[in-house]
């Protein structure tokens, strides 16, 4: 096991879950064009059609798992997810509340122009095929995405510009989550192998997985046994939210963040700051899992590594930003 649960965590985390849920209701308001400096749990948005973002508050927490994947299989490159470090994040942040969406992403391209990333590789049941055309309007659903759904086929250079976009558009600071960040806000206090406990199958009430509903006799590996009513993508916030009140923090689309990929991590920054290459960065750091990934790849210490310009209809983002503490 990654971390020791304790008897009655899930229980404790469900009812923690859910008063904070209520919470944040009852904190939404609308910030237009001004800078927040509000309580934990606060949900803002800085236009009426900017996604909507959580205030997450400082904490200190465990990062990493001093194991991985593949290490018991040779001639396969391992992943290890260590060493485990302790974090002091010692400033609130703000998180997108869901997945940027569909509709979220077009208004940044028709605004902008922005050419998006195409090509996107797609599931054909047996491999992963770059498909001709394919992109962010066709993620390889069979039907066209809805608007509320996560939007997908973007890569890292999407998000980043789609970023900055965001910041020009309302004067503040919007950008990718760090590592460090995601990891904290995906745990939100919780200690179990995965962000609802330690039992693989015990998920899908939080989280768009491979479960029973997508189950794919094709894949190589097999659906967990529990099911969230999804079959592929679903539209974000369709499930329950973890304590900080941010929805599919796990499953649903990977989600970019700013770090450079190394293994093992390095002991340093451990405030929260991103993992930054003093040269070119091969790799960039993905969290999160998907809708289609192995349960195992869905754990907060699993760390995907892809190219900044990879792209696949499972990979979209999810913004932080920045907030002023005077």
């Known amino acids: 096991m990654i971390r020791h649960n304790q008897k009655g965590a899930n229980l404790m ?69 260590g060493p485990e470090r302790k974090v002091s994040i010692g400033y609130s942040f703000a998180l997108g509340r869901t997945e940027v969406t569909q509709a979220q992403y077009r208004a940044f391209v028709e605004d902008t122009g922005h050419v998006s990333g195409t090509k996107c ?28 759904e996560p939007v997908a086929c973007v890569t890292w250079e999407d998000s980043k510009a789609y970023a900055n976009w965001m910041s020009e558009k309302t004067g503040q600071s919007y950008r990718l989550p760090t590592e460090a960040e995601w990891e904290y806000a995906a745990r939100a206090g919780t200690i179990g192998e995965y962000t609802w406990g330690d039992d693989p199958d015990g998920g899908c009430d939080v989280a768009n997985i491979y479960d029973q509903s997508g189950n794919d006799p094709k894949r190589p590996y097999d659906p967990v046994g529990c099911d969230d009513g999804h079959a592929i993508v679903a539209p974000v916030g369709s499930l329950n939210p973890n304590p900080f009140g941010l929805y599919d923090v796990t499953g649903n689309v990977w989600e970019w963040t700013e770090d450079c990929y190394f293994m093992p991590v390095p002991f ?31 754990r907060p210490t699993f760390r995907g590594r892809d190219p900044e310009d990879r792209i696949s209809h499972i990979f979209g983002l999810r913004l932080a930003r920045d907030l002023k503490t005077d």
């Open 13 to 81: 985390n469900h009812f923690f879950r859910l008063s904070l849920s209520i919470c944040a209701v009852a904190l939404t308001w609308s910030a237009q064009a001004a800078d927040v400096n509000v309580n934990a749990g606060a949900i803002f948005q800085d236009c009426s059609d900017c996604p909507e973002m959580v205030v997450v508050p400082p904490g200190k927490f465990v990062m990493g798992f001093d194991g991985g994947i593949f290490l018991d299989r040779p001639g396969i490159e391992a992943r290890y997810e």
């Open 121 to 148: 590789a797609i599931w054909n049941g047996e491999t992963w095929l770059h498909t001709e055309g394919a992109d962010w309007r066709d993620p390889g659903y069979g039907r066209p995405p809805a608007d509320n």
């Open 268 to 298: 340093e920054p451990t405030d929260g700051r991103a993992v930054q290459a003093t040269g070119t960065c091969e790799n960039r750091a993905v969290k999160g899992g998907s809708w289609s990934s192995e349960v195992y790849w869905q």
